[in-house]
């Protein structure tokens, strides 16, 4: 499937055009000139932002919605293999691929800048985007969440440079053919794909040695984690620890890493740039959605945050910085595991850091593409959270958390909803109704 043009392609259809991805992608075919439709299973804010640029987006499945005159079906990797659409457009030979297969065609012709890495690679893409935004180099971005100084996912500049950001899930980021390639650290994740950290580090290592002799990757040579995948490469290698990172307008030492990989990224593909032009984008990068996002305050006066926080390093880094910016402040965290197979990969991890709240309330496990598997649940993840701490529940219901946090949380106490699920529905129903 990959010998189609996708350049040279007039009318192309989403199956699952609300993912963050899926979305951006279609932002862009659209920004080009092509006719771009989708479909999904419910309205979602990226279903609205679609809308409001022009894009016309399907709630529902149907085999009707795969017109003859489709010459591309894009299909994210959450749709199921039977869903109608996905059947109909197979059975027509309509030219199918996944959302990284028609991102890697894309970056084949364009110069190309990818951010990955375990954590931070969202914060980091939307940094250099900036960067290169505020210096007038017209970069066209593809982001995995909604940037806050641009409105969206997705930003329109000119063909090059491309910044995307890659995720290793699945070995995605082997699709890609990128010039520049950003790791800003590597964990164990993923854990129904990945068997091991080695696994993770061999996918991260083919995607280095794919940059070839032109190539650059910017990473962190001193991390143990990063030192093995860097052994004989011919690329050059740019240590981002070198940079400073300046003032950042929110808390953390990881977002500061964040922003150093960005810098680094930035300074490598235009060396024009100064430090001090860079450091006043970074200073007034504005975040994005779901990365430590204020909401707004209950009806008590608690100030709420969400963020999109899924794995236990994130979680305690999140809660740590939200402890030093708030020493002497009260911390919940509501928290909704991503996946059966995280969740039980990484039970004690997760127990540990959220630990480090006050008081955590845990809801039911959001399984996504997996099947439940009884062996593990929010209310054991509880269990475990209170010998550590003793202030842990689990909530069956969003309705019954949001009533349990307007009780119990005063003038000034801190209300986190963190995960990479629908929790911050609850976030923002609790500041909703101001």
């Not at 991805?21 to 299973?41: C, I, N, P, W, Y």
């Not at 996905?86 to 297969?101: K, N, S």
């Not at 180099?137 to 910044?163: L, M």
């Not at 240590?239 to 990989?261: C, I, Q, V, W």
Request: aromatic fraction near 8%.
């Amino acid at each position: 499937m990959n010998a189609i043009d996708v350049e040279k392609v007039d009318r192309v259809y989403f199956i699952g055009i609300g993912g963050m991805g899926m979305s951006a992608l279609a932002q862009l075919f659209h920004a080009e000139g092509k006719e771009v439709t989708g479909s999904d299973r419910e309205e979602t804010p990226m279903t609205q932002l679609l809308r409001d640029v022009g894009i016309e987006i399907i709630i529902g499945h149907e085999e009707k919605n795969i017109r003859k005159d489709i010459g591309l079906c894009v299909v994210s990797d959450a749709v199921p293999k039977e869903n109608p659409e996905f059947v109909h457009a197979r059975t027509r030979g309509i030219p199918i691929l996944t959302y990284f297969e028609a991102l890697g065609i894309l970056t084949k012709h364009r110069f190309t800048i990818a951010v990955s890495g375990t954590h931070g690679k969202t914060t980091t893409t939307g940094m250099l985007t900036k960067i290169l935004f505020d210096a007038e180099i017209e970069p066209t971005a593809v982001i995995g969440s909604i940037v806050k100084d641009f409105e969206s996912n997705f930003v329109r500049g000119g063909k090059e440079p491309f910044v995307v950001e890659a995720c290793e899930y699945k070995d995605h980021i082997l699709k890609l053919h990128p010039n520049i390639l950003v790791i800003t650290n590597i964990e164990l994740d993923h854990t129904d794909f990945f068997k091991s950290l080695e696994h993770v580090q061999r996918t991260f290592r083919k995607a280095a040695e794919s940059l070839g002799e032109s190539g650059i990757l910017i990473a962190d040579p001193h991390d143990p984690t990063i030192k093995p995948i860097l052994r004989g490469l011919t690329c050059t290698v740019v240590d981002y620890t070198k940079e400073t990172a300046g003032e950042l307008s929110f808390p953390a030492e990881f977002n500061s890493m964040n922003a150093r990989a960005a810098k680094a990224a930035a300074k490598v593909y235009a060396p024009r740039l100064t430090d001090i032009s860079i450091d006043v984008s970074l200073e007034l990068f504005g975040g994005s959605w779901r990365r430590f996002e204020y909401i707004g305050e209950t009806r008590k006066g608690a100030l709420v945050y969400d963020d999109y926080a899924h794995h236990p390093t994130a979680i305690a880094k999140t809660i740590q910085a939200v402890r030093e910016k708030f020493a002497d402040k009260k911390i919940t965290v509501v928290f909704h595991p991503h996946l059966y197979s995280r969740t039980k990969s990484f039970f004690n991890e997760f127990a540990r850091a959220l630990s480090l709240a006050d008081y955590v309330i845990v809801a039911p496990i959001y399984a996504a593409r997996e099947e439940k598997d009884a062996s593990i649940s929010h209310t054991l993840l509880a269990q475990e959270i209170k010998p550590k701490r003793g202030q842990a529940v689990a909530l069956d219901l969003f309705d019954e958390i949001e009533e349990r946090l307007q009780t119990m949380c005063d003038d000034g106490d801190i209300i986190i909803t963190m995960g990479a699920g629908d929790i911050y529905k609850v976030a923002n129903n609790l500041t909703s109704s101001l």
